[in-house]
């Protein structure tokens, strides 16, 4: 991530600064009742989510802290990603790269894996792609700012990296080989479609090449640019690829970057992050790359995406509840756009991360609040990798257009509706004065269900007593369920054994139905099979 181009930083500023505005004009939310019609079949343009779609993302200068070094796995780590694995069954896609892999530089004959100064990695650096097991790895290899000295261009360099880097992850457990990071940021900004797409046609053939891969081979992982680009449609995959990108047939994904806030502005949680108003408008400007991507056969990924964009922390923003139901609702909502992954980044002391993974100076090692949306996401999918989702807006009372802080999903299998996700995005806390902390609203939903659906459904809740600010050590719980690094290293434990409810389906005049309760700050899968 970057943030060079001061011109983008204003308009996108701009932009939060009305998304701000009009999530302040809704008042707080009191109890009330709503009802959700979900087609019952699945619909023609629900799209179907691939079973990988929630990844992990780790900034390149910070993998030995999150894999651990050579032969010594970072068990914590590879515990909380299994936690993940175990509930789609396929493997996670983790993406090793970010900035600082535009800046690294290969020494053969340096002894240590990483230099104490600059970015400068020696052989046994590679090591620690083997950490994540049967994982499949996306590795980065540095194109470089042409404009920038830590950027120069060194082909032969790259190609060296390249290759140990997949000789230590092997064909079999390679997702993808992206050239480069936010070229859109490159040259301060003007760099063009044009030039980065020439230059990743040179990178990727002489990549290919070098690692005796077949001709043709769709192994590369193209555009990956910046999020504010992205918002002023600029260096968008759509100019990419028209500028001859995929040509030769090498790339598998496409990728753009996301973060829904700037740390460079004052942030709100209920207006920055639980707010489905600002989700939808923000990935707008996305929408015409992710069809135009999806009508040439490859998949549409967003490769790098965090609650914030600045990798210090504001963990009474970033590190709550309140980010990991944002979490929630914003994969759920990108999986109805077809988007086909989400890549949460993570970095070592960063607000946004999902867990951190040693003890620093700074934090110890423990799990964040948003790590728990990647269980929830992981559940909704499921095993029998042909879910397909669709996004159903939820009217405020009296019609008045859709609620900005209420969404729900439809989930289907088989054709049929298999669950239903609920976000209550409304702020509740009772730790800090700044949330609403009297008595804890509760949104009632009247559920229509098909007439297949048995005599009951379950229901599980991501939750926390103490509502959208407490952090994962304040008693967050999805389905009963919390992780942290003590006293498991992260492998999850049950802490509510009656964390499924059962809600008895009712038969009404035009159908049958469920009543389902959920709480402001809250979200719900409910289970129809």
């Given amino acids: 991530m970057k943030l060079s181009h001061t011109f983008l930083e204003a308009a996108f500023l701009a932009l939060l600064d009305c998304s701000r505005a009009s999530a302040a004009a809704v008042p707080a939310a009191a109890s009330s009742s709503r009802t959700i019609v979900l087609p019952s079949s699945q619909p023609s343009n629900a799209p179907r ?42 493997a996670s896609v983790i993406r090793i790269g970010g900035t600082a892999g535009d800046f690294v530089t ?39 700012d042409p404009s920038r000295m830590e950027g120069k261009r060194d082909l032969p360099n790259t190609l060296e990296y390249a290759s140990r880097a997949y000789n230590a992850v092997t064909m079999q457990n390679l997702d993808a080989i992206e050239i480069g990071n936010e ?12 030039a980065y797409a020439s230059a990743f ?13 077949a001709s043709g081979l769709a192994i590369f992982q193209a555009c ?12 968008t995959p759509v100019e990419i690829f028209e500028a001859g990108v995929n040509k030769n047939g090498l790339v598998k994904t496409a990728s753009e970057h996301y973060y829904q806030s700037t740390t460079a502005a004052k942030t709100s949680l209920g207006a920055d992050l639980m707010n489905h108003e600002a989700i939808v408008s923000r990935l707008e400007p996305y929408k015409e ?40 609702d914003f994969q759920m909502y990108a999986m109805s756009l077809g988007i086909s992954r989400v890549t949460m980044t993570n970095k070592v002391n960063a607000g946004f991360s999902l867990w951190q993974p040693t003890t620093t100076g700074q934090y110890p090692a423990a799990v964040r609040a948003p790590y728990y949306a990647q269980p929830f996401i992981a559940d909704f999918i ?29 989930g289907y299998e088989s054709r049929n509706l298999a669950r239903i996700a609920i976000v209550n995005l409304h702020l509740w806390s009772d730790i800090t004065s700044a949330a609403n902390s009297g008595p804890r609203p509760t949104v009632h939903t009247h559920l229509k269900v098909n007439k297949a659906v048995g005599s009951t459904v379950a229901v599980e809740r991501l939750t926390a007593p103490h509502g959208a600010y407490a952090s994962a050590q304040q008693g967050i719980t999805w389905a009963g369920e919390q992780w942290d690094y003590s006293p498991d290293l ?39 099979v």
Avoid: C
């Fill in 49 to 90: 989510v691939p079973a990988n779609f929630p990844a992990f993302g780790i900034d390149e200068r910070e993998l030995i802290p999150y894999a651990g070094g050579a032969g010594k796995p970072n068990q914590f780590s590879n515990n909380l990603i299994h936690s993940v694995n175990s509930r789609t069954g396929a």
């Fill in 106 to 144: 290969f020494n053969a004959s340096q002894s240590e894996p990483v230099s104490s100064t600059g970015f400068t990695v020696g052989p046994s650096w590679f090591q620690s792609y083997k950490n994540f097991g049967d994982n499949k790895i996306t590795i980065q290899v540095k194109l470089g």
């Fill in 183 to 194: 070229a859109s940021a490159y040259d301060d900004g003007k760099y063009t479609p044009a």
């Fill in 201 to 213: 046609l040179r990178y990727g053939n002489a990549i290919a090449k070098r690692l005796g891969l």
């Fill in 224 to 235: 990956d640019t910046a999020s504010m680009a992205a918002m002023m449609g600029r260096f």
């Fill in 289 to 328: 790359s992710i069809q135009y991507v999806r009508n040439e056969g490859i998949p549409f990924i967003l490769g790098e995406v965090g609650n914030g964009d600045i990798g210090g922390a504001n963990l009474t923003f970033q590190a709550v509840l309140g980010s990991a139901l944002w979490a929630v």
């Fill in 382 to 410: 499921g095993k029998s990798g042909a879910t397909h989702v669709q996004n159903h807006n939820i009217a405020l009372p009296g019609g008045k257009g859709p609620d900005p802080y209420l969404s729900a999903y439809g």
């Fill in 490 to 528: 992260g492998k999850g434990r049950i802490v509510d054994p009656n964390h499924t409810e059962t809600v008895k389906v009712q038969k009404g005049t035009d159908g049958n139905f469920v009543l389902v309760g959920v709480k402001s700050s809250e979200a719900v899968i409910v289970r129809m």
